[in-house]
Antibody, heavy 123, light 108 residues
Framework: EVQLLESGGGFVQPGGSLRLSCAAS????????MSWVRQAPGKGLEWVST????????YSADSVKGRFTISRDNSKNKLFLQMNSLRIDDTALYYC????????????????WGQGALVTVSS | SYVLTQPPSVSVAPGKTATITCGGN??????VHWYQQKPGQAPVLVVY???DRPSGIPEQFSGSNSGNTATLTISRVEAGDEADYYC???????????FGGGTKLTVL
């Protein structure tokens, strides 16, 4: 059974940093791209970032580019999201997601979702 | 950047058919995926590649995509289908995933 377990969420002041982790189990991590998707309280889904199975290709939303970095350690079955220069509007539940393909391409989709890690940015 | 437009809400009586649209420029040229999110839960994939269903998703759920509109159809709607539904595409021009704003399905 595929399981994705996020951790590392919490409360942080504006301008601060936080690192989210996602522990993956039930599948071979390096054959799937992985993504982070967030959802602000009462709002819709917003894609944040995606990394290819080998970790060599990454994509990020304009809203986080230059501030957030996605990475992975396939040997430890883990996905990460380093979040710097956090802003109040980064407050959200952050989901770890398994893609369908090893690389993003037409026909790829988000196959499995974790339960999310809550990040609250407030002064 | 590519924009997907969904109606904020759709209401339907039990046993009837719900239709949720997702509008985008030439969306028919893209693969559209649909996610269901019930309150307090993570999203679940219900339709991928316009009209395919993952294993475990009932036949009630179907999808189509042509021109500037993709459609998620839920037939014989039940109370348990009440949820938010999101469409999604990969925008090759910007290398961005794009979600629609979501549609809240209410079963009357």
């Amino acid at each position: 059974e595929v399981q994705l377990l996020e951790s590392g969420g919490g409360f942080v002041q504006p301008g601060g940093s936080l690192r989210l982790s996602c522990a993956a189990s039930g599948f071979t991590l390096n054959v799937f791209a992985m993504s982070w998707v967030r959802q602000a309280p009462g709002k819709g889904l917003e894609w944040v970032s995606t990394v290819s199975g080998g970790g060599d290709v990454t994509y990020s939303a304009d809203s986080v580019k230059g501030r957030f970095t996605i990475s992975r350690d396939n040997s430890k079955n883990k996905l990460f999201l380093q979040m710097n220069s956090l802003r109040i509007d980064d407050t959200a539940l952050y989901y770890c997601v398994r893609d369908h393909y090893e690389r993003v391409a037409e026909g790829d989709f988000f196959q499995n979702w974790g339960q999310g890690a809550l990040v609250t940015v407030s002064s | 950047s590519y924009v997907l437009t969904q109606p904020p809400s759709v209401s339907v009586a039990p046993g009837k058919t719900a239709t949720i649209t997702c509008g985008g420029n030439n969306i028919g040229d893209k693969s559209v995926h649909w996610y269901q999110q019930k309150p307090g839960q993570a999203p679940v994939l219900v339709v991928y590649n316009d009209g395919d269903r993952p294993s475990g998703i009932p036949e009630q759920f179907s999808g189509s995509n042509s021109g500037n509109t993709a459609t998620l159809t839920i037939s014989r709607v039940e109370a348990g289908d009440e949820a938010d539904y999101y469409c999604q595409v990969w925008d090759r021009s910007s290398d961005h995933w794009v979600f629609g704003g979501g549609t809240k399905l209410t079963v009357l």
